[in-house]
Structure formats: structure tokens, C-alpha cells
């Protein structure tokens, strides 16, 4: 059984930094992106970012140049640095997997409140 445990999350003042990590475990095969989406009240889940088995990320305009994305393959885990923190990046974050075979996995989401 396939398990996405995500950490991290947290109370920010504006312009601060949180790191989310999320480590997939169990069943998973044939990992090919991991990536953060998120939601805040009131409005669509919508993606952060996403690291592909390339190596390749890509973000939503609103985060580009404060956040980065990073993976290690070895421990299947995935990781979101974000910095220069705003109070609209105030949402609970879900990490997500695609995987062989059409196989999607979320975790059960962290929140992340930054206060202004």
C-alpha cells in the first residue's frame, strides 16, 4: 500500500521561509513526476511545482524565483523551498505522485500560514 507522508508545513510571517518535504513509500512503481499542489479556501486545488524522473521542474508564475523544487530519487522523497513568503501563499499544500501505469498518490496535506 502506497503511503505519502508530507512535513513541514507551519505559521510564517511574511517574507520568511518554510522547507515541505513528502516521502513516498510502498507500492509505487515506476515513479515519474512528484510534485506540490495547493489549495486555499475557496479556490481550486491548483499546482506549486513538480520535478519530473528528467530532472526537469516546473512552477506556477506566482512562485517562480522563491521557490525551488527538489527530489531524491533514493529515498523517493521530494522537497519545496520556499522563501520570500506572501500572505496568498497561505494554503494547505498536498504533495502528489504520478506513477506507472496512470497510478496517482496525494498525501494528506500540510498547512502553510503566513501571516503579513
Known amino acids: 500500500q502506497a503511503q505519502l507522508v508530507e512535513s513541514g508545513g507551519g505559521l510564517v510571517q511574511a517574507g520568511g521561509s518554510l522547507t515541505l518535504s513528502c516521502a513516498a513509500s510502498?507500492?509505487?512503481?515506476?515513479?515519474?513526476?512528484m510534485g506540490w499542489y495547493r489549495q486555499a479556501p475557496g479556490k481550486e486545488r491548483e499546482l506549486v511545482a513538480v520535478?519530473?524522473?528528467?530532472?526537469?521542474?516546473s512552477y506556477t508564475d506566482s512562485v517562480k524565483g522563491r521557490f525551488t523544487i527538489s527530489g531524491d530519487n533514493a529515498k523517493n522523497t521530494v522537497y519545496l523551498q520556499m522563501n520570500s513568503l506572501k500572505p496568498d501563499d497561505t494554503a494547505v499544500y498536498y504533495c502528489?505522485?504520478?506513477?506507472?501505469?496512470?497510478?496517482?498518490?496525494w498525501g494528506q496535506g500540510t498547512q502553510v500560514t503566513v501571516s503579513s
Open positions: 502528489n505522485v504520478q506513477a506507472g501505469w496512470g497510478a496517482t498518490y
Open positions: 520535478i519530473r524522473s528528467s530532472g526537469s521542474t
Open positions: 510502498g507500492r509505487i512503481f515506476s515513479i515519474s513526476s
